[in-house]
């Protein structure tokens, strides 16, 4: 199983569109179409698809704040996909690309306090919660540890 990122193409972008979460996780995340529309209309977010072998299984957006913090925003891993460890490498990923810019203090991402599945899973991969707030939801960030 490998799982590959990819800025959202003219041809992956309809299968981003096409993914669906589970009916409990619908009231933390939007529907993708959403997501790429802010992409396409607001300078700051870009969007990635994740590839398993040749199916786009999820979908995710970063962008860089005015101090140089990376976000990562609008994460989904389709229902079908979900429970295989998908979420987690697709974080992984996108979390180390993002903070190997020479410029990056932190990467950053905001949780809804309620969705306890999510805010579990940021911190198993390093994300600290850190008392800020994003509108409503709770700013977590990883900052690289050096050798």
Same mark, same amino acid.
Do not use: K
């Given at each position: 199983?490998?799982?590959?990122?990819?800025?959202?193409?003219?041809?992956?972008?309809?299968?981003?569109?096409?993914?669906?979460?589970?009916?409990?996780?619908?009231? +933390?995340?939007?529907?993708?179409?959403?997501?790429?529309?802010?992409?396409?209309?607001?300078?700051?977010?870009?969007?990635?698809?994740? *590839?398993?072998?040749?199916?786009?299984?999820? +979908? !995710?957006?970063?962008?860089?704040?005015?101090?140089?913090?990376r976000w990562?925003?609008?994460?989904? *891993?389709?229902?079908?996909?979900?429970g295989r460890?998908?979420?987690?490498?697709?974080?992984?990923?996108?979390?180390?690309?993002? !903070?190997?810019?020479?410029?990056?203090?932190?990467?950053?991402?905001?949780?809804?306090?309620?969705?306890t599945v999510?805010?579990?899973?940021?911190?198993?991969?390093? +994300?600290?919660?850190?008392?800020?707030?994003?509108?409503?939801?709770?700013?977590?960030?990883?900052? !690289?540890?050096?050798?």
């Amino acid at each position: 199983m490998t799982l590959r990122i990819e800025p959202v193409s003219a041809q992956t972008w309809r299968a981003c569109e096409a993914l669906r979460v589970l009916p409990e996780q619908r009231a +933390f995340v939007a529907d993708v179409s959403h997501y790429l529309c802010l992409c396409a209309y607001e300078d700051t977010w870009q969007p990635v698809a994740a *590839i398993l072998d040749d199916t786009v299984v999820g +979908f !995710a957006m970063w962008g860089v704040d005015d101090d140089h913090s990376r976000w990562i925003g609008g994460v989904v *891993i389709d229902r079908a996909h979900q429970g295989r460890g998908l979420g987690s490498a697709l974080m992984i990923q996108l979390r180390d690309q993002l !903070a190997a810019e020479p410029d990056c203090p932190n990467v950053a991402l905001s949780i809804s306090p309620d969705n306890t599945v999510a805010r579990a899973l940021y911190a198993s991969l390093g +994300f600290a919660e850190t008392g800020e707030l994003d509108d409503t939801e709770l700013v977590a960030r990883w900052v !690289a540890r050096t050798p």
